[in-house]
């Protein structure tokens, strides 16, 4: 198995809803990212867990809440989010081990939209 | 922070023709990474480049990490239709550091292939 799987596909939401978005892997993968992203623009980070610890917070607003609760399993939990928040959410994870060769493989995405 | 500049922005090629796009940096990465993304999906890795100089193919995708280590090109010869998509490429610092685990991103080629 060598895919990043994220549920659901789309999801729509009022800024009163609580949501999570989930990503699995079972590549044995430690690394594991959560990522933003506009139409046509790049990919921004928004958190890193290592070894299901939080390594990296992009300064992401505490309305987004992740939770690693396993190796396979990366969730990110939503509540009172806005208009602006409407996005491409992207999962990856990566091998994990301090080295030069840990390219990250993304999942296809969770379209959200919040109205 | 880092910026990587890629360009170009977009393409408009006929089928059959070659493509060729790059990205420049005013940084060091030690890792250069290109990926294709579909329009609603997640980007998928192309290729991966790991040390200055290196040339590496995927079938049609050829792929170049600089000398110098601030640039890298990805060329795809006889173009089809099911190229068509936004290429990124991005850069990862190295295995040590806070940095790690962080790609920097280009911000994308737009391709279009006529048939």
């Known amino acids: 198995d060598t895919e990043v799987t994220q549920t659901p596909k789309h999801l729509v939401m009022g800024m009163t809803n609580k949501k999570s978005l989930k990503c699995e892997q079972h590549?044995?993968?430690?690394?594991m990212y959560w990522y933003k992203q506009k139409a046509k623009k790049p990919p921004e980070l928004m958190f890193v867990y290592s070894y299901e610890k939080l390594s990296i917070n992009e300064s992401v607003p505490s309305r987004f809440s992740p939770e690693c609760p396993n190796s396979s399993l990366l969730n990110l939990h939503l509540h009172a989010l806005q208009p602006e928040d409407s996005a491409l959410y992207l999962c990856a994870s990566s091998q994990g081990r301090r080295r030069d060769n840990d390219e990250q493989f993304f999942g296809p995405g969770t379209r959200l939209t919040v109205l | 922070g880092q910026q990587l500049n890629q360009s170009p922005q977009s393409m408009f090629i006929q089928e059959g023709e070659d493509v060729s796009m790059n990205c420049t940096s005013s940084?060091?990465?030690?890792?250069w990474l290109w990926y294709k993304q579909d329009p609603g999906e997640g980007p998928v890795l192309l290729i991966a480049l790991y040390k200055a100089g290196e040339l590496t193919s995927n079938g049609r995708l050829t792929a170049q990490f600089g000398i110098t280590r601030k640039d890298s090109f990805l060329n795809i010869s006889a173009s089809i239709p099911s190229d068509v998509g936004i290429y990124f490429c991005a850069g990862q610092l190295g295995a040590g550091g806070t940095s790690y685990g962080k790609l920097t991103f280009g911000q994308g080629t737009i391709l279009t292939v006529h048939p």
């Open positions: 590549m044995g993968h430690r690394a």
């Open positions: 940084s060091i990465f030690n890792t």
